[in-house]
């Protein structure tokens, strides 16, 4: 195994991620963590980067110990800064500018042992790599050699002369460095000898140890779900851990998709033996939504509702497994986070810079957690989306719902733009049942990272037989993507999008057009609302 010391880089876990990738375990903990308290020896330690400034009067450091256990050490940027400051603070200083970007680097076949090149072998004289930082080194700390460098970084790699212990000024962790899973590759296998046998099902195994340590053998589990891979694979999860001590709850808030709530009931009741509650909130949350056009009152009230629905029923399961002789309270929130939502959202830790809030981080408010004692419990939340679906895969979840496309919790009401209503919800449906449907049979739908049928409230003229219809336009949304921050309209077979057409304004009453939205992201976002 090997140790990654996190100091709060937004690119930390894509360090987790490439080593993963390698089938190389390795394990995240805080920079603050103390070697005295390892209770394993790791093959190698990597230090990640991070916003702080090593000089900085505040600033994180590792604990020296670490340093002293013999085992190959990589810097990356601050840990890298890192490494030089401990050897003396001047060795750091900052830049003139901020280095952020693609830059070219040099690479150097230095004197010394062999360890000293073993970092970049293979990877020729130059590679491209991603920068970003300010502090940079200005002076080659003692006792070690440059070994690669770039226009305005002169130390941009560096090796101890005698021991393996590196630094390198750029991030091989993101794709914006193509060449860095080598360099990650010649770290872990070739300098720290780890080994190369950590597989998916291993994670299955310590995720389900780990939940059956956290929750003992009474305490009882609430989640939510909603069709989607991440909450089942939670569900799924923690089943296999606990049984029925875990309470999946479902709530139709109305505004799903066409047949949603059943097949959901279809495959994690039957299909996949999970305890689950359907909370039928539909004719609520319509009324709810009635006369609200502005998008993100619709997002709350379609939340409060949730909330308000979600914590009746945390009540009654409750109530009900104070009778039950074998089970204890209902003790903990499970919740599928994954770690994009989580770095877009908060900082995971306190050296991490806030970026953006996310609505589905943070889940059930104060009052239903700390207020009844409930803990979260996050098991993905070190995944990103393609691993969950390597995950949903080993635990038995259908191809089908792996590979499902994401749905967002506001559901239709944020693909209708304009008041939310029981015939336009009705409309929706069929067109993206038929969307969707036709889609799948093109045998494309895996090419696509979502798509949609939405529907504009104003109303357009067509002609139907002899007679003039005055009827909603439908709107198709397709995009590809490979992290929904940004996205593009898929190329679609216009033949195809022509019959799509043609079968939506034929077998969806009150629809006179479809047209299909070409709008990338930015400066349009996926959703309509
Ligand atoms: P946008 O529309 O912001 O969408 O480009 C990016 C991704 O986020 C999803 N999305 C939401 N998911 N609640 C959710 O659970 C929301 O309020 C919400 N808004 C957008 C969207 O489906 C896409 O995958």
């Not at 440059?146 to 962790?173: C, D, L, V, W």
């Not at 059956?212 to 694979?233: H, L, M, P, Y």
């Not at 506001?410 to 939310?420: Q, Y």
């Not at 036709?438 to 504009?456: F, K, P, S, T, V």
């Amino acid at each position: 195994t090997i140790l990654l010391l996190d100091f709060g880089s937004q690119t930390s876990h894509l360090i987790l991620r490439c080593l993963r990738s390698l089938n190389v375990f390795c394990e995240m903990l805080p920079c603050t963590t103390k070697a005295a308290d390892l209770t394993w020896s790791p093959k190698g330690i990597i230090f990640s980067g991070g916003p702080a400034s090593v000089k900085d009067a505040t600033a994180p450091h590792v604990d020296p110990a670490f340093l002293e256990l013999g085992v190959p050490i990589l810097g990356i940027c601050y840990g890298c800064q890192e490494i030089a400051w401990r050897i003396n603070a001047e060795n750091v200083a900052p830049g003139e500018e901020k280095e952020y970007g693609h830059t070219d680097l040099n690479i150097f076949q230095a004197d010394g042992p062999e360890h000293v090149n073993q970092l970049f072998a293979g990877l020729g004289e130059s590679m491209h790599v991603y920068m970003s930082h300010f502090d940079k080194l200005v002076r080659l700390p003692q006792d070690f050699v440059t070994i690669a460098n770039t226009k305005s970084s002169e130390f941009a790699g560096i090796a101890h002369r005698t021991k393996p212990i590196y630094g390198i000024q750029f991030h091989p962790e993101v794709s914006h460095t193509p060449r860095g899973v080598d360099l990650l590759k010649n770290f872990a296998v070739t300098i720290c000898k780890a080994r190369q046998h950590w597989k998916m099902s291993d994670f299955v195994e310590q995720a389900i140890t780990r939940i059956r340590n956290i929750v003992g053998d009474k305490a009882q589990v609430i989640g939510a779900v909603s069709g989607g891979v991440d909450s089942t694979v939670v569900a799924r999860l923690f089943t296999l851990a606990i049984g029925d001590r875990f309470h999946a709850v479902l709530v139709d808030n109305g505004v799903m998709r066409l047949n949603e709530c059943q097949e959901v009931q279809n495959m994690l009741q039957e299909h996949l033996g999970i305890n689950l509650t359907i909370i039928d909130g539909a004719k609520l949350f319509l009324d709810r939504l009635k006369g609200v056009t502005e998008p993100e009152t619709k997002r709350k009230i379609i939340g409060g509702t949730f909330i308000d629905l979600f914590e009746e029923e945390a009540i009654k399961i409750e109530k009900a497994a104070e009778n039950t002789p074998n089970a204890g309270k209902v003790e903990y929130f499970a919740q599928g986070t994954l770690y994009p939502d989580v770095i877009e959202s908060l900082s995971f830790n306190q050296f991490s810079a806030t970026i953006k809030t996310h609505h589905n981080v943070g889940g059930l408010p104060a009052r239903m957690m700390n207020g009844q004692g409930l803990k979260l419990i996050e098991p993905l939340r070190e995944l990103f989306k393609d691993e969950v679906r390597a995950f949903g895969k080993q635990l038995g979840i259908p191809e089908n719902l792996n590979m499902r496309h994401p749905f967002p919790g506001p559901g239709i009401a944020i693909r209708i733009i304009g008041e939310v209503t029981p015939e336009r919800v009705a409309i929706v449906r069929k067109a993206d049942h038929i969307f969707i449907s036709m889609i799948r049979e093109a045998g494309i739908y895996n090419e696509m990272a979502q798509a949609y049928a939405g529907l504009d409230t104003n109303r357009a003229v067509g002609v139907q037989g002899d007679a003039r219809v005055y009827g909603y336009i439908i709107i198709l949304r397709a995009v590809t993507s490979v992290n929904f921050m940004t996205a593009e309209p898929y190329a679609f077979d216009f033949e195809l999008l022509k019959h799509i057409s043609r079968r939506i304004v034929n077998e969806v009453d009150g629809v006179s057009r479809v047209t299909y939205d070409i709008t990338s992201k930015p400066p349009g976002t996926i959703e309509l609302e």
